[in-house]
């Protein structure tokens, strides 16, 4: 079975910096581009970050071009988010999806709060 | 980046009736490969989203049958053949033909 489990949400001032994760289990990690996907409180959906099976190619939407970096580690099935200079906007709950294009699996979500 | 637009965005139905929902993008899905990556995702109150269907009209595993996606190019429809209980959520459409992927506003499935 597919598990994706998201962790390091929290509160964070304006400014401020927070690195998620997601643990990956019952697939083959290292075969699947992975994405961040968040969406803020009573909002829709916004894709962020997507990192490919490697980690040669990341992109990531505008809005947190700059601040925002995905990484993995394959060896510990294991996804990051370093969110740098967090924004009031940034607040929501972030997900970790397995693939890029179709999104098949996602995590239950971890939910940063950016707020003084 | 690819506007997706949904409507209705609230959809009342009566339990055992049909329900369509229609997503429209502001360009072609199409993409190099000749796929065309539209994806349907349903979102149960306090739940992350679970993807229905993929590439417009696959259903994923143990999706019911009921649940049918269709449409090409820009113009795109999920349809409930019959509404279940369990079917009340937010539902969203999904691009990932063109980078940054990007969702429908979503569509509210409540019983009357």
């Known amino acids: 079975e597919v598990q994706l489990v998201e962790s390091g949400g929290g509160l964070v001032q304006p400014g401020g910096s927070l690195r998620l994760s997601c643990a990956a289990s019952g697939f083959t990690f290292s075969t699947y581009w992975m994405t961040w996907v968040r969406q803020a409180p009573g909002k829709g959906l916004e894709c962020v970050a997507n990192?490919?099976?490697?980690?040669?190619?990341?992109y990531y939407v505008d809005s947190v071009k700059g601040r925002f970096t995905i990484s993995r580690d394959n060896a510990k099935n294991s996804l990051y988010l370093q969110m740098n200079s967090l924004r009031a906007e940034d607040t929501a709950v972030y997900y970790c999806?397995?693939?890029?294009?179709?999104?098949?699996?996602w995590g239950q979500g971890t939910m940063v709060t950016v707020s003084s | 980046d690819v506007v997706m637009t949904q409507s209705p965005l609230s959809l009342p139905v009566t339990l055992g009736q049909p329900a369509s929902i229609s997503c429209r993008s502001s360009?072609?899905?199409?993409?190099?490969?000749?796929?065309?990556?539209l994806n349907w995702f349903q979102q149960r109150p306090g739940q992350s989203p679970r993807r229905l269907i993929y590439?417009?009209?696959n259903r994923d595993s143990g999706v019911p049958d009921r649940f049918t996606g269709s449409g090409s190019g820009t113009d795109f429809t999920l349809k409930i053949s019959r509404v279940e209980a369990e079917d009340v959520g937010v539902y969203y459409c999904?691009?990932?033909?063109?980078?940054?992927?990007?969702f429908g506003q979503g569509t509210k499935v409540e019983i009357k």
């Open positions: 590439m417009v009209s």
């Open positions: 999806a397995r693939e890029t294009r179709a999104l098949s699996h």
């Open positions: 360009q072609s899905l199409v993409y190099s490969d000749g796929n065309t990556y």
């Open positions: 999904m691009q990932g033909t063109r980078w940054p992927w990007t």
């Open positions: 990192i490919k099976q490697d980690g040669s190619e990341k």
